[in-house]
């Protein structure tokens, strides 16, 4: 070997020992990953399978099915699916923590549970207020009054909502539910004012054992009901917008991804993608005429309601 050769040949294995380059290829080498979900519903299996699939190669995946699985295993980042299995590790661990499909509106809960210095990030389940008034502008542009009923408890930023929604002219009428509330009152007082509602995902109210009445008592006034996931069209809702467990696995697995090169985690974020479905049967009970799902999908992305 020339003696240019060897020299060269020195200086890189130094340079490799020193740790100043390291093939990005191999950066996931080893890593350990942990999926932890909130438990075995078939959404966060799907989540959980897109996830892996989404994987780069070098990573090493493990995975719980039940959020009271976890106490404490160790792992190089650990990912939760849903809210039980986001406050559970929060609670038990200070590993680096990427928290998958929660409302917005639990972050602050969870960051409040992990030393400041901790690397924590989410990825939203909920859709940004500018994308969510896109919509509504889209579907129904001549319909003026937004009403929203949510839980005292829970903070949805609805100063962000009225702002975003007075910059396009149109007006919030908001009411809180207090724990010795009726529902149905409050929610009267909200269809008064309102020529559309719009659902939030607060489970205390929009739950199972009431969305059937909300939706009776929206329908006898002509309101219609904007949902948040595809079970609430199906159930009736006029139209939501929401992000797929599929899409939202995907993101995460990008941000797996960045995180095995940087071992650094984004601050927390909205989805990147997102799907819109129409009940179209709802949409002639009520006289209304809106545009298929696919014609709403491309108005808002030609829009300006991207996450921010």
């Not at 020299?7 to 100043?20: D, E, F, K, T």
Request: net charge positive.
């Amino acid at each position: 070997m020339s003696t240019g050769r060897k020299i060269a040949r020195c200086l890189l294995q130094s340079l490799l020992l020193l740790g100043w380059l390291i093939p990005l290829s191999h950066a996931a080498d080893g890593m350990n990953v942990l999926l932890v979900l909130s438990d075995s519903n078939a959404l966060y299996q799907n989540f959980a399978n897109t996830y892996r699939q989404n994987l780069p190669a070098g990573i090493q995946l493990h995975m719980l099915q039940r959020a009271e699985d976890f106490d404490g295993q160790q792992a190089d980042l650990v990912v939760t699916v849903g809210v039980s299995a986001a406050e559970r590790v929060a609670l038990k661990t200070t590993q680096p923590m990427l928290a998958a499909m929660i409302p917005s509106h639990t972050y602050a809960d969870l960051l409040a549970k992990r030393p400041a210095h901790k690397l924590t990030s989410a990825i939203f389940l909920d859709q940004p207020w500018g994308r969510q008034v896109d919509f509504l502008r889209a579907v129904l542009p001549e319909r003026r009054k937004i009403g929203v009923l949510y839980s005292a408890d829970t903070r949805l930023g609805m100063a962000a909502l009225r702002s975003a929604l007075n910059d396009h002219g149109l007006t919030l009428t908001d009411i809180a539910l207090g724990r010795n509330d009726d529902l149905f009152t409050r929610l009267e007082s909200v269809l008064t004012a309102s020529e559309v509602l719009l659902a939030v995902p607060d489970s205390s109210i929009y739950s199972s054992s009431n969305i059937r009445n909300i939706l009776l008592s929206s329908y006898r006034r002509g309101i219609p009901l904007i949902g948040f996931s595809q079970s609430y069209v199906r159930a009736g809702a006029l139209c939501a917008i929401f992000s797929t467990p599929e899409q939202l696995a995907e993101q995460a697995g990008r941000t797996t991804a960045s995180f095995s090169k940087t071992r650094k985690l984004p601050d927390a974020h909205y989805p990147a993608s997102y799907e819109i479905a129409v009940n179209h049967e709802v949409a002639r009970t009520l006289g209304l005429t809106i545009k298929p799902a696919e014609a709403l999908h491309i108005q808002l992305e030609k829009s300006a309601g991207d996450p921010r």
